[in-house]
């Protein structure tokens, strides 16, 4: 019985030291990203760009898609998702393999705006994290949607919701219909599996589990989904 008590406080010690760490391992990283281009100007610099979009000239249905699949949770919690990292886990275990992720939209802002290229992943994890809460702390919810759409990568050289568009479906985005919006919505999730010049089933598939997903969550009804057309798709070269 001693053995197994003494055993217990070892490993919660060896717990505790390894995440002050890894917390001090990533917080370097942080700091140095900041050092290296503060986050306001890294923001202002991102919405000087010629293609920078507001979050008010695109379809609802869109932010709507986006949030269903993403980050369901997005308004209701903080830089992270205790909750969403919990049934990630339990999905992933559950599939033996990793089909779910559990990062916050706000995370993955703080990965587009600084870490793409750091290869330690559980170094950029943990910067990561330290800059979610920073951007939190600093910008208010749609500010960091708006930072979302603008940055995420669809393939083909495409960065943003505005060049996706211009490039993918030859109009603007306020333009999209539900359809096209639910497509869209699905490709940053892996852009070389799912850009519709890549794989057009794949990219159907994906658009399914966006639609399921806006169902789930009450954005659109069964009737809205069940209208859905996919016939497009197969016209994007």
Do not use: W
């Amino acid at each position: 019985m001693k053995f197994i008590k003494r055993f217990l406080i070892i490993l919660f010690v060896f717990i505790i030291i390894s995440g002050l760490s890894l917390g001090i391992y990533g917080y370097t990283l942080y700091e140095d990203k900041l050092e290296e281009q503060p986050l306001a100007d890294k923001i202002s610099d991102i919405r000087n760009d010629y293609y920078y979009i507001s979050i008010d000239d695109v379809p609802k249905d869109y932010i709507n898609a986006i949030v269903a699949v993403e980050d369901h949770r997005y308004e209701n919690h903080g830089a992270i998702d205790i909750v969403g990292i919990s049934r990630a886990i339990f999905t992933n275990i559950k599939n033996r393999g990793l089909q779910e992720g559990g990062s916050t939209i706000t995370q993955q802002v703080a990965k587009n705006l600084y870490f793409l290229t750091e290869e330690n992943v559980v170094r950029r994890k943990m910067a990561e994290l330290f800059m979610a809460i920073e951007l939190e702390n600093k910008y208010k919810k749609e500010e960091i949607l708006e930072i979302y759409i603008n940055t995420i990568y669809f393939g083909d050289g495409y960065y943003g919701i505005n060049q996706a568009c211009k490039g993918y479906l030859n109009k603007m985005p306020n333009e999209m219909n539900l359809s096209e919006s639910t497509m869209m919505a699905g490709i940053p999730n892996a852009p070389s599996v799912y850009a519709p010049t890549v794989n057009k089933e794949f990219c159907k598939q994906r658009q399914n589990k966006v639609v399921s997903s806006m169902v789930e969550y009450g954005y659109i009804t069964e009737e809205q989904a069940n209208s859905i057309n996919q016939d497009f798709i197969d016209q994007i070269n």
